[in-house]
């Protein structure tokens, strides 16, 4: 059974840190592209950034130079380390695991980021 569980969310005053992770079981973490995904209330859920399996990341505008991504397949968890958090930044975060020649995609279950004073 596949499994990717996020942790790290929570309640944050602007200008903190916070860093999500998300831990994968079930699959060959390594090979899969993994994308960090944000849905905030009456908005579309948006790419905020991925991880290639050999280590490439892109990011959106709004969290260039805040974000980053990073992946640990010893561990097999991806982490999004969040800087400088705004409160347009509050979202559910979801992590998603993605491999298009194999068919597979996979998403965590969400958790919450808040980053209000």
């Known amino acids: 059974q596949v499994q990717l569980v996020e942790s790290g969310g929570g309640l944050v005053q602007p200008g903190g840190s916070l860093r999500l992770s998300c831990a994968a079981s079930?699959?060959?973490?390594?090979?899969?592209?993994v994308g960090w995904y944000r849905q905030a209330p009456g908005k579309q859920r948006e790419l905020v950034a991925r991880?290639?399996?050999?280590?490439?990341?892109n990011y959106v505008d709004s969290v260039n130079g805040r974000f980053t991504i990073s992946r640990d397949n010893a561990k097999d968890t991806v982490y999004l380390q969040m800087n400088s958090l705004q409160p347009e930044d509050t979202a559910v975060y979801y992590c998603n695991a993605n491999h298009a020649r194999l068919g597979r995609d996979y998403w965590g279950q969400g958790t919450q980021v808040t980053v209000s004073s």
């Open positions: 079930g699959i060959i973490f390594s090979i899969y592209g």
């Open positions: 991880i290639t399996s050999g280590g490439s990341t």
